[in-house]
């Protein structure tokens, strides 16, 4: 049996894995879940914006990542749309970033926001923490003209605007790079900036420390984070009605991995000396 | 379940389907897939680079801003790399934008990575957390101080310092797991909500 179970074909281990995480999407589960001391962080800093705020959004994750990240990003932009008077710009550090930059001015666009006026898509640009802090020192020196080729001192959004110390917050949306690192160096520490992250799962273990210094005031765990978001929030949305697939399909990768371990222990007791039944 | 009529919908549930189609065996379909992907990956990287050189660089130089046209030469002095002869030029201008990066790196880094770190660290030993947080600092730096005779303190934070750090892979290799769950659970919620409508 156990011998069996050893050379099982893996795309029966793929089947069972697709059944068990389809299923509750199709026949939704709810399962509680613990907002993160960081989560809760992100939505305060969020929370505290004033109107006439400047906020800056950073994205730097791409296509491949987008599943992990969107729900939060989402969630976050409408956030900031609940809060009146606030202006927001994106810049861009990835190449890819600027479809989900874009997407985020649809959006704002749609909510009645005004391009130039409220909102503004700057652009990327190239060499990460070179463009972090030349947009830091000075954001019309790094973008003279924003993406849609405007002069960025005609932008109204970009008013009473210069260095970092101008942003009341630094949202930094990164699925790999230095996350908030460059921030951290180039921002808040010559600045005193606020900076948030929104980062890919397996980048936030190396991002508590930065947390837990209050060097970031807030982070967002991926899908995980987008769910506690959506909760805080009070609009369920994709981070929600994913935590159910999720919860199912690491309790089927857990069993797995305890599976494959006892049948290991078993066989290799067996090839000293033992009989496998 | 009604099927979506969205075009957009059914190319991107169609290619998610040709992609995973690996998982059963390589295939002509996962590669024309594979193909589609990276090229429109490369075409958008060009258009998006052009963009970023017209932005900084072309419109400001065409508005008077002279000055433009130093890091333009030495961006397009970059590609003598391609030459046996002026190779050297390359490796001058590429000295610019490396010591450019290490330099602003390096400012920062003492501040933000050693002395505020080391404050995070001089806390209070009057919860379980703080306590873990000093022992594990303590464990894992001791785990490196190969200068020092190892007597049986130093050895006994050092095998903490072990532990510490293999709870450590631990987690990241669980969260590189899940985070990778999270991006198929993505491309499931578009092929069975966004396409099928099987999701309410």
Known sequence: ?277 | MSISSDPKAWIAAILILCLYSFLYKENPVFRFAEHLYIGIGAGHAIAVQWNNLKNTAFLPLFRGNMMMIIPIIIGALLYTRFSKKYVHISRLCLALPVGLGIGLALRGLPAAQILSQIRATLVPLNNINNFLTVICVMGTLSFFFFTTKQTPVVRGFSEVGKWTMMVTFGLTFATAVFGQMAIYLGALQRVLGTWLGMIK
């Not at chain 1, 296509?63 to 989402?74: H, K, L, N, R």
């Not at chain 1, 030349?134 to 954001?139: E, L, R």
């Not at chain 1, 002069?151 to 101008?166: C, T, W």
């Not at chain 1, 996350?179 to 160096?185: A, Q, T, Y």
């Open chain 1, 1 to 277: 049996m156990l011998q069996k179970l050893q050379s099982i074909d893996r795309r029966i281990v793929y089947l069972l894995f697709f059944v068990v995480t389809a299923v509750p999407f199709v026949r939704p589960v709810q399962v509680p879940m613990q907002i993160a001391e960081y989560t809760k962080g992100t939505y305060e800093a969020m929370e505290a914006l004033k109107p006439g705020d400047f906020v800056l959004i950073d994205v730097r994750f791409s296509p491949a990542s987008a599943g992990e990240m969107v729900p939060a990003y989402s969630s976050m932009l409408a956030h900031l749309l609940k809060k009146p008077g606030v202006r927001v710009a994106w810049f861009v550090t990835s190449l890819s970033g600027a479809i989900y930059a874009d997407d985020g001015i649809r959006m704002f666009e749609a909510a009645g926001k005004v391009y130039g006026k409220d909102i503004a898509q700057m652009g990327f640009l190239a060499g990460e923490e070179t463009a972090i802090a030349a947009v830091s020192q000075d954001i019309f020196k790094a973008f003279p003209s924003d993406s849609r080729g405007t002069k960025s001192d005609q932008l109204e959004v970009l008013k009473g605007i210069k260095n970092a110390k101008d942003f009341a917050l630094v949202l930094n949306m990164s699925d790999g790079g230095l996350g908030p690192l460059g921030w951290v160096r180039q921002a808040n520490m010559p600045f005193g900036t606020k900076v948030i992250s929104l980062l890919s799962q397996v980048m936030v273990p190396s991002a508590i420390p930065y947390y837990q210094a209050k060097q970031v005031v807030g982070l967002v765990s991926g899908l995980q984070g987008g769910a506690e978001y959506e909760q805080m929030l009070g609009t369920p949305g994709r981070g929600m009605a994913s935590m159910g697939a999720q919860t199912f399909g690491h309790l089927y990768l857990v069993a797995l991995v305890i599976l494959a371990n006892i049948s290991y222990l078993v066989t290799r007791g067996a090839s000293k000396g033992g009989r496998v039944k």
